[in-house]
């Protein structure tokens, strides 16, 4: 079974540009999430999808970022317009879903490195 | 707000020996919480952790949770070099939150 996968694996951008990171999670898995990692600090939580409805977007930075999910397959991320502080590596992740208030693991893709200059 | 805290942040050893990486944790409403290894690109995962005191195991690693303590250990026992990775911990928080809390991660080295 294919896990996550995300394209690019790296992507060096100017400031004021814009990209967009693509992520195609486990086949079936209804719940999607993305996650940061900038250097020298852990991995935070950007938001999290189920199917392609927004179910939490609480750690997402600013409005620069604009996440969607068409369809409830691949999920992109676009970051428009990008800054410095923007860069680092860019995680997905899915999940199978079960009942609502429990939990169930979370299976990551290799991630993008994002560097904005 | 959320925390999670792993420590050591590194770690070398030499081969054949055995370690223990830890996690404590500061969570509101804690549910459960989660191991992964990441050594080049994605983090895999390890062992999801919900009960205190049951212990998790597959091969030479272990893990078990203490609630009342709130914290984590993973063990790797007769350590090999296809070990040396960075351990993250994760904790699962929140009343119908599905976000996970990380750590910074321990990096082990296992020198030949």
């Known amino acids: 079974e294919a896990g996550v996968t995300q394209f690019p694996s790296h992507s060096v951008i100017e400031k004021g540009q814009t990209v967009t990171l693509r992520c195609d999670p486990i086949s079936g898995h209804d719940n999607l999430y993305w996650y940061r990692r900038v250097m020298g600090k852990e991995i935070k939580f950007l938001l999290h999808?189920?199917?392609?409805?927004?179910?939490?977007e609480s750690g997402m930075p600013n409005n620069r970022f604009l996440a969607e999910r068409t369809g409830g397959t691949y999920s992109t991320l676009k970051v428009q317009p990008a800054e410095l502080e923007d860069s680092g590596v860019y995680f997905c992740?899915?999940?199978?879903?079960?009942?609502?208030?429990?939990?169930?693991?979370?299976?990551f893709g290799p991630g993008t490195r994002l560097t904005v200059l | 707000e959320d925390k999670v805290v792993q420590s050591p942040l590194s770690l070398v050893v030499h081969e054949g020996d055995t370690v223990t990486l830890n996690c404590s944790y500061e969570?509101?409403?804690?549910?459960?919480l989660l191991w992964y290894k990441q050594e080049k690109k994605a983090p895999t995962f390890l062992f999801m952790l919900?009960?205190?005191?049951i212990e998790k195991k597959s091969g030479r690693l272990s893990s078990i949770l203490d609630k009342k303590e709130l914290f984590s250990i993973l063990n790797i026992t007769a350590t090999q070099t296809g070990d040396s990775a960075i351990y993250l911990c994760a904790a699962y928080s929140g009343a119908g939150s599905y976000q996970l809390t990380f750590g910074k991660g321990t990096k082990l080295s296992v020198i030949p």
């Open positions: 919900t009960s205190s005191g």
């Open positions: 999808f189920v199917k392609e409805s927004k179910q939490d």
């Open positions: 992740a899915s999940s199978q879903g079960t009942a609502w208030g429990s939990t169930d693991t979370q299976y």
């Open positions: 969570v509101t409403n804690f549910r459960s």
